[in-house]
């Protein structure tokens, strides 16, 4: 209980550091959807600072919405941004296209809003005898609540949001495994928001800690344990699944690795640490 206070009190200064950013960043044409309201293509960013331009267009609710109305849209631009790491993300590039890629699905997917709203929950002391179906059903976002497309597409995305983060955690903590600390001479791409993609590291480290958990039980892969997720968290009966409605929440900060060692790297590229 009292990590789980502590790792509140981490998150919530990170939370205040990315809101401020967020008002900063603000664009009140983007938001009131004075500008395009078509879905982007990749088209729209090629070249000398396309990446910057898509950063910028994924922090207006319009183009985001925009995205969201279409998926074929969404998927191109994943494809891009895939495209431009499938040799691995070292340089500033590839580091920013694994930052603007689970950026794209988190904000797609209402995992954003499950990011702040995990944070909030954070703000109450929990410890490891809460089930997962508890600390999940005060969590998900309302328009995600009881629909199973959209659930299962907010934890798609924050599975991907959480392999983006662990790439880039390697990309500036390279010793075999990560120490957790950014190595000499390593740093995020230029403009990154350090705090805001820390957190955002966090809460898919832990999704994915709480999937993995569902998964060691079900044994059924990713995609099945998402599936009983959903099932566990509305009361619905799979009779191919052996449900335990009484799982309870992992420690993710208790899972030694090289993913736990990315994100504290991410954490220590924001000046903070996470506890051991
Ligand atoms: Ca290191």
């Not at 941004?81 to 040799?87: K, M, P, S, V």
């Not at 335990?244 to 993913?259: C, Q, R, T």
């Amino acid at each position: 209980m009292a990590r789980a206070r502590t790792i509140a009190l981490i998150l919530l200064p990170l939370l205040l550091l990315a809101g401020c950013s967020a008002l900063f960043d603000f664009n009140l044409f983007k938001a009131l959807g004075l500008d395009k309201t078509a879905a982007p293509s990749p088209s729209d960013y090629q070249g000398a600072g396309g990446l910057d331009k898509l950063a910028e267009d994924l922090s207006s609710p319009a183009v985001i919405d925009a995205l969201k109305d279409d998926p074929a849209a969404k998927a191109a631009l994943v494809t891009f941004l895939e495209g431009l790491i499938t040799g691995g993300v070292d340089t500033p590039e590839e580091q920013q296209a694994s930052i603007l890629l689970a950026d794209l699905e988190l904000k797609t997917t209402s995992g954003e809003e499950f990011v702040n709203n995990i944070v909030t929950a954070m703000m109450t002391p929990i410890d490891t005898s809460v089930k997962v179906v508890d600390l999940l059903r005060s969590i998900i976002p309302a328009d995600v609540a009881g629909d199973k497309t959209k659930f299962t597409a907010m934890m798609q995305g924050l599975m991907t949001a959480n392999a983006m983060y662990f790439a880039l955690g390697q990309s500036i903590d390279s010793d075999a495994g990560g120490d957790g600390v950014v190595d000499p001479g390593k740093s995020l791409p230029p403009g990154a928001n350090a705090g805001d993609i820390a957190q955002k590291a966090g809460v898919a480290f832990l999704a994915n800690a709480i999937v993995g958990k569902v998964d060691g039980v079900a044994a059924g892969g990713q995609s099945e344990a998402i599936e009983q997720m959903y099932y566990l968290l509305y009361d619905q009966i799979n009779p191919a699944f052996t449900i335990d409605p009484d799982l309870s929440m992992p420690d993710p900060f208790s899972i030694a690795g090289p993913e736990l060692n990315a994100v504290k790297a991410l954490y220590s590229a924001a000046g903070m640490t996470l506890p051991a």
